[in-house]
């Protein structure tokens, strides 16, 4: 005797809508797929080039969709509700998104003026390893106008970071000198004082208070203004460290590197949260336009293309 198996049930809602439809001769049951729910946080947290990865459904009011761009740029969650409590309700009819964004950036981040390390006449340049200190400091160089600036280095044991400054030095027809002590670096500037400075210092772990803190004499042997330099792509957690110790030394200027190389920057606007404004961002190899101000303009523009157009988010370089 012959037994029917039995079906194996259907996994749909008893409740689903089925579809039927005939078709050359006999009934086809179609049954709805279900709708496929996406969300923002989640998108955001992938690389672009997933396979497979969805569109992201943005918010479809004005301060809902701006709060989700500094969440997809992986903006520090405190700080983009501090923003975009900021952000205006309303405005006049030719009010663009970017024009809010740029008002409540303005209203929660402080910005500092880049002529403030262009007119100084000695520069610290700290930051973590890797940052690109040693090209921003040509970079400086190359938009400084009183007198020959003289490159420094206190990082001349790494035989790469002083060949690289050394090729700098001759495109710029600078001096280039090696300090290996604060005293050393003090004779250097009491021979040229009326000579601008920059100081190139090696990489800092940024959790690391001990190291931060050996900078203090560097700092006091050139009476040098201490710069802050932070890759864009830093996580939030090395920018907040890295900030909270450089703060504690009177440091006042950061600039971010890699602003033109990283799609999402949000995690090194962490450094806000310390207090430290922002003067300038670094964007292109060249030393005529690789240093630009770092504005509430500049950066809302930065935040919306990069979390909009996967192929056009890059700043423009001037």
């Known amino acids: 005797m012959r037994t029917k198996k039995p079906r194996p049930q259907s996994s749909a809602a008893p409740q689903a809508p089925v579809v039927v439809r005939r078709g050359r001769g006999r009934l086809r049951i179609k049954r709805p797929l279900p709708d496929s729910v996406f969300d923002l946080t989640t998108l955001a947290a992938r690389e672009p080039l997933d396979p ?9 009011g004005d301060a809902a969709f701006l709060a989700a761009v ?4 992986r903006v520090p969650e405190a700080l983009a509700r501090r923003i975009a409590a900021a952000i205006p ?15 409540a950036l303005g209203a929660t981040l402080a910005f500092a003026p880049v002529d403030d390390l262009l007119s100084a006449r000695s520069l610290l340049l700290a930051g973590p390893s ?11 160089a190359a938009r400084r106008e009183r007198g020959t600036t003289h490159l420094v280095t206190a990082d001349g044991r790494r035989a790469g970071a002083l060949a690289q400054l050394r090729e700098y030095a001759a495109a710029l027809g600078a001096p280039l000198f090696e300090a290996e002590t604060p005293a050393a670096l003090q004779a ?5 004082p009326e000579e601008p400075l920059i100081l190139d210092t090696p990489g800092i772990d940024p959790a690391d208070a001990a190291a931060w803190e050996a900078l203090r004499p560097w700092i006091a042997a050139a009476s040098a203004l201490p710069v802050l330099v932070l890759p864009a792509n830093a996580t939030v957690e090395d920018a907040l460290a890295a900030t909270s110790h450089f703060r504690a030394l009177g440091g006042g200027h950061a600039v971010l590197t890699r602003f033109d190389m990283v799609r999402r920057i949000g995690g090194a606007l962490g450094a806000s949260l310390a207090g ?6 670094s964007v292109t190899p060249s030393f005529a336009y690789g240093l630009r101000p770092l504005t509430s303009e500049i950066l809302a523009h930065r935040l919306l293309s990069g979390a909009l157009e996967a192929a056009r988010w890059q700043a423009p370089a001037a």
């Open 52 to 60: 497979g990865m969805p569109e992201p459904s943005w918010p479809s």
């Open 70 to 73: 500094l969440r997809a740029q």
């Open 89 to 103: 309700e309303g405005g006049p009819s030719d009010t663009t998104l970017g024009d809010r964004l740029s008002q």
């Open 130 to 140: 890797g940052a690109g200190k040693t090209t921003l400091a040509a970079k400086l």
């Open 188 to 192: 250097i500037a009491a021979d040229r």
């Open 276 to 281: 430290v404004p922002l003067a300038g961002a």
